[in-house]
């Protein structure tokens, strides 16, 4: 049986992982009867958003493994015991934590630097040949996380996009439901929230990633 590892940022759209992206990710992975393993890092986040307010909880601190175990149910390792030879594949879901916890994407932009540990184990399964899907956010990560001229996508937004290629990748404008497969065929991403207007919009796009992640694996 196929396994695959999914890497979470936190909980919650604000400050990590975008939920319904990652319940979505794991449903579909179920349907695709794969085996799965969450990781986050075992770190601080950056922040900690009050998801009714928006605004920063001034003086509040959380980790974000502790927070993503939230999603998985318990079922979540440190990444840093991540061993790229144990996975066919690898799936990170959206979220600002992708650009705030596994990057500092948010802050710094093309400046970024991604969490040494994600990068460590991402670069592991990308240079096997295994794939590796980015949903929504996270593909921001794709040049400085797996190497230049990577074809990827977040959808439409033109500033990141922009941000993107300066880095060394090679933004492709994509609709909501599609995936954008890059020509070597081993990183596929699609733009989920940064374009869904609702679950159902953003089910469309990761459940077709999902399949061809599979599919690669």
């Given at each position: 049986?196929?396994?695959?590892?999914?890497i979470l940022s936190g909980s919650g759209v604000f400050?990590?992982?975008e939920i319904y992206e990652s319940v979505l990710t794991f449903l579909r992975l179920e349907h695709n009867r794969v085996r799965y393993q969450c990781f986050a890092p075992n770190i601080d986040q950056l922040h900690v958003i009050n998801h009714l307010t928006g605004e920063v909880a001034e003086g509040e601190k959380r980790n974000v493994l502790v927070e993503a175990a939230r999603l998985?149910?318990?079922d979540i390792k440190d990444l840093a015991e991540a061993n790229a030879d144990e996975f066919d594949a690898l799936i990170i879901p959206g979220g600002f934590g992708a650009a705030k916890n596994l990057s500092d994407f948010a802050v710094k932009g093309a400046d970024c630097n991604i969490n040494p540990e994600l990068v460590r184990f991402a670069r592991a399964i990308h240079q096997a040949g295994k794939p590796v899907g980015l949903i929504c956010i996270a593909p921001a990560m794709t040049p400085k996380l797996l190497g230049n001229g990577i074809q990827c996508t977040v959808g439409t937004d033109a500033d990141v996009a922009e941000a993107i290629n300066r880095m060394g990748g090679d933004h492709q404008t994509c609709a909501v439901d599609?995936?954008?497969v890059d020509t070597a065929g081993t990183v596929v991403s699609t733009p989920a929230y940064m374009l869904a207007g609702s679950i159902s919009e953003a089910a469309s796009g990761i459940n077709r990633l999902v399949d061809?992640?599979?599919e690669l694996a």
């Open positions: 049986m196929k396994n695959i590892a999914v400050d990590g992982s998985a149910r318990g599609q995936i954008i061809k992640v599979v």
